[in-house]
């Protein structure tokens, strides 16, 4: 759609959220990038956005709703006929992806003051599952003013259709690979297949990939899948979690010792308990550091979970799930059911926010980027360097340990890890932030970090952070300066 409306000249901008994206998995940028592009793909547009921005030097740290009006409806209402076109589009991919629910909830109401434009149609073309915010949002507005499409009430023979077009295609291909033969697997076996995948193009997807990679093994994963699937369950989302856990079981060889096998198990929660938390995707060999593991044991335990999760050839690529559902299934211990893979989310964010402050503090030291001079503006530091000497994992340590810290609802202790952290590298801690072009980030982190420790009632905490208030609004009004 976005790429249809581009060619026409009636794209607007797009925003496709990604949860563990960094940026992309929230919405504290999802106004400003939508001004931005607003701006390049309508140039009647660019002086008063500009115009907006002048007028609040503060405004990316300002609200949803006062940075849509300032930098979107207020641009958009001072166009003209003869300025620009009459129609514009708006395209968001998976809204339910964004990880605030309030979020999400002040973004569907925002969208519905699109119907303030009197010379300009705004159009936005929203695709998300439907979670509860995301419903009630819609809801909320005026029935006249959108039209939904539900994938789930298309007509099932179409949706079993087009399955079965794609297994064709998929197992045909695999039969190819393996000399399997020209008629492999068989028109009953695609129908079977079908009928497990209940009109769930992951699921179909995520069994070929399973039966790929198992290679001279091809026939035997089918055959597991097969007998696996039990014909009395009816919840497409069941479906879902059997071939997940078909897919981690064989991940776990029946040659194993009993040792062998809880040492694997425990591998792959702190593994991929990392992966679906991880707030930006990082590689393996990011992964590895930051988890102070070695990188062979991660690429051993992930081996034979390519059919669930996308595993670079190139280890520098970032490591990612083929499908959000996946983290679902992992994190909700009703649907994994198997105690010896679900993760526990809050155990999991409290070794991240660990892992991330303890690799901070083996990194961080003055002068990091060794510039030898207080004086040296960022801007006349190429990025190469900045990166050489703030690797990725350090990077994710410094723009993400509080937001894992907040996420496992732990307190802050006297004399702990994090106070610790904070009297010996705090100031290290800014300066690579400065580094990274994040001072912003820095600010929020430390007013993150002034509510947990008063809600623990520290009071050395409580001391340490009124002392660094005045240090606080000081950076606030040079990051708005300066962004």
């Given at each position: 759609m976005a790429r249809k409306y581009y060619g026409q000249k009636h794209l607007g901008a797009s925003f496709f959220?990604?949860?563990?994206?960094?940026?992309?998995?929230?919405?504290?940028?999802?106004?400003?990038?939508?001004?931005?592009?607003?701006?390049?793909?309508?140039?009647?547009?660019?002086?008063?956005?500009?115009?907006?921005?002048k007028d609040r030097t503060d405004i990316a740290s300002q609200s949803l709703r006062d940075q849509w009006r300032q930098l979107v409806l207020g641009p958009l209402s001072k166009l003209d006929d003869n300025s620009c076109r009459s129609l514009y589009v708006l395209v968001v991919d998976a809204l339910d992806e964004c990880e605030n629910e309030n979020d999400i909830r002040i973004i569907l109401s925002l969208f519905s003051e699109a119907r303030s434009l009197d010379l300009v149609r705004l159009q936005i073309f929203i695709t998300s599952r439907p979670e509860v915010p995301i419903?009630?949002?819609?809801?909320?507005?005026?029935?006249?003013?959108?039209?939904?499409?539900?994938?789930?009430?298309?007509c099932p023979a179409i949706v079993d259709h087009d399955i079965t077009i794609f297994l064709e295609h998929e197992l045909g291909f695999i039969g190819q690979e393996r000399a399997l033969g020209a008629g492999w697997p068989g028109e009953k076996v695609i129908?079977?297949?079908?009928?497990?995948?209940?009109?769930?193009?992951?699921?179909?997807?995520?069994?070929?990939?399973?039966?790929?990679?198992?290679?001279r093994f091809a026939v035997k994963r089918l055959r597991t899948i097969l007998e696996g699937s039990s014909s009395d369950i009816i919840v497409p989302e069941k479906h879902l979690d059997e071939i997940y856990i078909t897919v981690l079981k064989h991940s776990i060889s029946t040659e194993y010792t009993d040792e062998e096998k809880t040492e694997l198990y425990s591998m792959l929660r702190i593994t991929l308990g990392s992966v679906v938390i991880l707030l930006f995707s990082l590689s393996v060999f990011s992964l590895s550091t930051l988890l102070h593991l070695p990188k062979e044991n991660i690429d051993q335990t992930l081996d034979d979970l390519h059919a669930i999760l996308d595993i670079p050839e190139d280890q520098i690529r970032p490591l990612r799930l083929h499908h959000p559902s996946f983290r679902d299934f992992l994190l909700n211990k009703s649907r994994c059911g198997d105690t010896e893979f679900w993760v526990d989310e809050k155990h999991a964010h409290?070794?991240?926010?660990?892992r991330c402050i303890r690799l901070m503090f083996t990194k961080l030291k003055q002068d990091i980027c060794d510039q030898r001079g207080p004086g040296i503006y960022v801007a006349d530091v190429e990025s190469v360097r900045v990166e050489a000497c703030l690797l990725p994992e350090v990077q994710y340590a410094c723009l993400y340990w509080v937001q894992h810290l907040q996420k496992c609802g732990d307190g802050l202790h006297d004399n702990g890890q994090i106070h610790e952290?904070?009297?010996?590298?705090?100031?290290?801690?800014?300066?690579?932030?400065?580094?990274?072009?994040?001072?912003?980030?820095?600010?929020?982190?430390?007013?993150?970090?002034?509510?947990?420790?008063?809600?623990?009632?520290?009071?050395?905490?409580?001391?340490?952070?009124?002392?660094?208030?005045?240090?606080?609004?000081?950076?606030?009004?040079?990051?708005?300066?300066?962004?």
């Open positions: 959220f990604s949860r563990g994206g960094g940026d992309v998995g929230n919405a504290s940028k999802f106004v400003t990038s939508i001004a931005v592009q607003l701006a390049n793909n309508v140039p009647s547009l660019q002086k008063y956005i500009s115009e907006a921005i419903r009630h949002g819609v809801y909320q507005i005026p029935e006249a003013e959108h039209q939904d499409f539900v994938l789930h009430n298309i129908q079977r297949l079908v009928q497990h995948a209940s009109g769930l193009f992951i699921w179909a997807a995520t069994a070929c990939r399973f039966i790929r990679e198992g290679k409290r070794t991240m926010a660990d952290f904070l009297l010996t590298h705090f100031l290290h801690w800014l300066e690579a932030l400065s580094w990274m072009r994040k001072s912003g980030e820095g600010i929020l982190a430390i007013i993150s970090l002034e509510t947990i420790a008063f809600v623990s009632l520290s009071l050395p905490y409580q001391a340490f952070f009124k002392l660094n208030y005045d240090l606080e609004q000081r950076l606030s009004r040079l990051v708005r300066v300066y962004p």
